[in-house]
């Protein structure tokens, strides 16, 4: 079932960003002193007084894009004002009324939808009396909002839910989306496989490098399933990041990847695999999520190799992912597009799975029997059992006699041979090795 959608708007410079972090109680949209930094509709899900509903900032109506996606921008404002169940039209307190908030206020009114009217950058406890000067719009009485002083808080999120109707019990039922983050080097494909994915123009496409700021979370179904795709800006070397919106962009991608259940990695078909692929891969695999490489522009390489061929090659250049599944697709033209989520809901389960101790033993004692950890300083590493002790990515305790004993290459292998005979079979496994504590006997204790 679809959230009400709530979407701010407003003219730029207004503290957007700010207010809409501040609602979501995290660092979500960039905020950034620079006029028209948000671009895409960035989006949340909110969850106050038993109300669900989805939280969208916008970029600022009336700007002029430096990069010429002014256009672009605006196509997404409209489409957010349209879709709109709500509208929090943001002013500054500070700067009053100008001729382009009256502009926008009318605009608004034509949508005839409801509209809540926020006085915000409210910072100081003088500017309340400046907030009347708001009543001039015609959209009723002003709440004062303040990120930085925390005010404005339930007042605003208390005056949204009085506008949504009462929630129904299957809301409460509603099963939690799986969300996947997508990631990669600039222009990979990544914000046209979103559009592909969702049959709408959700996110900015353009040939510019670098037009995605924001980890942009999308909400959608498919087949009465949702889901969370977060769209991320692209990665490329530290070296060569110019600006402080460029640095805000990739700490939302690293971000991403943590938060997320399963992580989408792009490669560009018709491009190599370069250094920064393969750290950005090593980061994936430090981060123990799920992860599912997607090979895009297939359309673009097939003539030139095959499907064989490219995956001995990944094999050689990211080994450290060599247990992730290959996928090769074509965002724009529609090619294995919706098989991405199959794949994507088939490694959440994997990576929510757990064994029972007996078939965990047993798989324990087959792969020590057939191959047996190398002694190390006259002392034979014994593994005696183990048990799983957590999912996501799956956790497997193993009690030995002496953990400094075991290799790194040896926990590897018991991790491919897990892969292998158990229902772990193409996510990371978390393996522990702890020192088994003998009981001790009354009388020895005396």
């Known amino acids: ?75 997404q404002i409209e489409i957010a004002l349209q879709k709109a169940d709500l509208i929090v039209l943001v002013t500054d307190v500070i700067q009053g009324i100008v001729p382009q908030d009256k502009e926008i206020a009318e605009r608004l009114r034509r949508l005839n939808k409801p509209i809540i009217l926020v006085a915000n950058k409210a910072d100081a406890i003088h500017l309340g009396p400046e907030a009347a000067d708001f009543y001039a719009l015609g959209l009723g009485e002003p709440i004062l909002a303040s990120a930085i002083q925390s005010q404005g808080y339930h007042e605003l999120l208390d005056a949204i839910v009085a506008k949504l109707p009462e929630p129904g019990p299957a809301a409460e039922a509603e099963e939690e989306p799986v969300t996947f983050a997508i990631v990669g080097k600039r222009n990979a494909g990544k914000s046209t496989f979103i559009n592909a994915l969702v049959r709408e123009e959700r996110v900015i496409v353009s040939e510019k490098p670098g037009t995605t700021r924001d980890a942009v979370d999308v909400y959608f179904e498919h087949q009465g399933k949702t889901y969370i795709a977060i769209d991320t800006a692209g990665v490329r070397k530290r070296a060569q990041i110019e600006h402080p919106i460029e640095f805000f962009s990739m700490s939302r991608a690293e971000a991403a990847i943590h938060r997320t259940q399963v992580v989408l990695m792009f490669f560009d078909a018709a491009t190599e695999i370069s250094q920064v692929d393969k750290k950005l891969g090593m980061m994936v695999a430090e981060s123990m999520k799920p992860c599912l490489l997607i090979v895009n522009k297939w359309d673009l390489a097939r003539d030139k190799t095959t499907i064989e061929a490219y995956e001995r090659y990944f094999t050689r250049s990211m080994p450290q992912l060599d247990y992730a599944p290959l996928l090769f697709i074509s965002a724009k033209e529609g090619e294995h597009v919706t098989e991405v989520l199959d794949t994507v809901r088939e490694l959440h389960l994997q990576a929510s799975t757990r064994v029972s101790t007996a078939d965990l033993n047993q798989a324990i004692e087959r792969a020590v029997a057939q191959k047996r950890p190398r002694t190390t300083g006259g002392k034979l590493p014994k593994v005696y059992y183990g048990t799983q002790t957590g999912v996501g990515p799956p956790t497997i305790v193993l009690f030995v006699n002496n953990p400094e004993s075991f290799s790194t290459m040896y926990r590897r292998y018991l991790a491919n041979f897990f892969r292998k005979h158990l229902p772990f079979h193409e996510i990371p496994i978390r393996i522990l090795f702890r020192a088994r504590v003998r009981s001790v006997s009354k009388k020895a204790r005396k």
Do not use: C, W
């Open 1 to 75: 079932m679809s959230l009400p959608a709530i979407v701010i708007a407003g003219r730029p410079n207004v503290g957007k960003s700010s207010l809409f972090n501040f609602l979501a109680q995290r660092r979500i949209s960039i905020v950034e002193p620079t006029a028209g930094v948000t671009r895409d509709r960035v989006s949340t899900v909110i969850t106050y007084d038993h109300h669900r509903f989805e939280l969208i900032d916008t970029g600022g109506i009336g700007i002029e894009d430096m990069d010429q996606l002014t256009a672009e921008v605006e196509q």
